[in-house]
């Protein structure tokens, strides 16, 4: 945060945009942009995950999603929403096609020094729920936060939050042998205090203090308590950097004696940066605590980095480089028979693909990602290939 603060200069002669700004479709008050996306149009040459002695499935597969963004301005009371479906489809396996459906509604309210916000959001999907579990399994997730915040100075506001999320798996979800909704069905709810600052109509830096609790349905033993402390900065769309970077401390504290505790650094960063309008380098930095799926390994320290590079070659044709890396870092239960204690997976991706942009609302591209799972456990251990062409038309 200090750093932040001492790099970034305030630009006052910037105008910050109307949430509505990437409407490309206007009726009155009413505002509205779809994207018609078809990815993942080739061969996926390991669809189950599965370790290489087990002799890998492919299969031709390809992805349509439509999305709608829609905003309503009502005097000072924006109305935002997203509409969006993943038809997923599989010519050869017919149990891995889906249906994968994510809607969220918000409302904001300003007054003269006082701000409303509340979102609503569910999730209904068969997509993987991470890197650990490989089975696309039915899963629901319903989420909803709302917060008051109060201008204080001229740009800088003092705010409370409160959150919830319920996760619940389909009762038939079972992976390993292990039944998903016993173990992970849970509801999280939290508060936080926050600190808001706007140090420029593009640039927004905060500090968010909270308190969270996570009760586990079927699963007593894994309910736990968090408290964070983090600081956040927002860049506009707008912004020479734009996207968001979030750096804290997390306390994890399990309620069952045997879980050991999480002390440390928790992050969520996703940045891109744009040099000379032909070379676009992107970011993206995680690290937090996840639940696992293993009752004796309840729970695993995420971390993940990923690079991408992306340049115009010449005109409307760019080429495209993306690197990551992910760490899973296992905690068992004391005492607990585990096949390696404390284990680490080590994951790594790498692609590589080529677009062509037809206009200003259309782009073509091709894509080739290699991944790979590293770990001490032999059935955790996979490789994995796909490579296809993807299609993209904002209307």
């Not at 509505?20 to 008050?29: E, H, N, Q, S, V």
């Not at 808001?196 to 640039?203: G, I, Q, S």
């Amino acid at each position: 945060m200090v750093a932040l603060f001492v790099c970034a200069s305030p630009t006052f002669a910037q105008s910050g945009a109307d949430p509505d700004a990437d409407a490309t479709m206007r009726f009155g008050p009413l505002a509205l942009k779809s994207t018609l996306t078809l990815s993942n149009v080739g061969v996926d040459k390991n669809v189950f995950n599965q370790a290489d002695a087990e002799k890998p499935q492919s299969d031709f597969t390809l992805t349509f999603t439509p999305t709608t963004n829609v905003w309503l301005r009502m005097g000072r009371t924006w109305f935002s929403g997203i509409i969006k479906v993943d038809w997923v489809y599989y010519n050869r396996f017919a149990t891995e096609r889906s249906a994968n459906g994510t809607y969220t509604a918000g409302v904001t309210r300003t007054f003269n020094r006082l701000s409303l916000r509340g979102n609503a959001g569910h999730i209904g999907t068969r997509e993987r729920p991470g890197f650990e579990i490989d089975a696309r399994s039915q899963r629901v997730e319903n989420s909803s936060d709302a917060e008051v915040s109060l201008r204080t100075l001229s740009r800088t506001y003092l705010g409370i939050r409160a959150a919830q999320r319920h996760v619940s798996f389909n009762q038939g979800a079972v992976f390993l042998g292990v039944s998903l909704a016993e173990e992970l069905n849970r509801t999280s709810t939290g508060t936080a205090f926050l600190v808001r600052h706007e140090m420029t109509p593009l640039t927004t830096l905060s500090l968010e203090i909270s308190r969270d609790n996570e009760q586990f349905e079927l699963s007593p033993d894994r309910n736990a308590d968090s408290t964070r402390v983090a600081g956040r900065a927002v860049f506009q769309p707008l912004a020479v950097v734009n996207g968001f970077a979030l750096v804290g401390y997390r306390r994890f504290t399990p309620v069952h004696g045997d879980v050991p505790p999480y002390r440390g650094v928790v992050a969520d960063v996703g940045l891109s940066y744009s040099l000379r309008g032909s070379t676009k380098l992107s970011v993206s930095i995680g690290r937090d605590v996840q639940h696992s799926f293993h009752d004796n390994e309840p729970y695993y320290v995420d971390t993940g980095i990923t690079g991408s590079v992306q340049q115009q070659v010449y005109r409307s044709f760019d080429v495209l480089a993306r690197m990551g890396t992910r760490r899973l870092a296992y905690r068992n239960r004391t005492g607990a028979a585990v096949p390696l204690s404390n284990r680490t997976d080590i994951g790594r991706t790498f692609a590589l693909g080529a677009g062509y942009r037809l206009g200003s609302d259309k782009r073509v591209g091709f894509l080739v990602e290699r991944q790979r799972r590293g770990s001490d456990v032999e059935r955790d251990r996979y490789s994995g290939l796909r490579f296809g062409f993807s299609l993209t038309y904002e209307t």
